[in-house]
């Protein structure tokens, strides 16, 4: 069973910036893509980034290039550097995996990200 534990969520000013970690253990098979998704109350969860292995990332249209996502292959490690947060960008932080060959998806626990005006 791969298990995902994420760090780094926190409470921060309008314009402040956190990192977030997320390590994976427990998987037999490679990890194909690593991202992150959030949820704000009371909206559907959505995507803010996801790199696949030896691929490039995609980012959530509300990024803007304010956030950067980045892989540790060795310490089966994703991170998400987010910069200029804003308000709106509040809410729980779940790290996600593709594992294996059919790609089976696993969650994290989520962390929580607070941005204060």
């Known amino acids: 069973q791969v298990q995902l534990v994420e760090s780094g969520g926190g409470l921060v000013q309008a314009g402040g910036s956190l990192r977030l970690s997320c390590a994976a253990s427990g998987n037999r098979f490679s990890i194909n893509a690593m991202g992150w998704y959030r949820q704000a109350p009371g909206k559907q969860r959505e995507l803010v980034a996801v790199?696949?292995?030896?691929?490039?990332?995609n980012y959530g249209d509300f990024v803007k290039g304010r956030f950067t996502i980045s892989r540790d292959y060795a310490k089966n490690t994703v991170y998400l550097q987010m910069n200029s947060l804003k308000p709106e960008d509040t809410g729980v932080y779940y790290c996600?995996?593709?594992?294996?060959?059919?790609?089976?998806?696993?969650w994290g626990q989520g962390t929580q990200v607070t941005v204060s005006s």
């Open positions: 996600r995996a593709a594992v294996g060959p059919l790609r089976t998806i696993y």
């Open positions: 790199m696949p292995s030896g691929g490039s990332a």
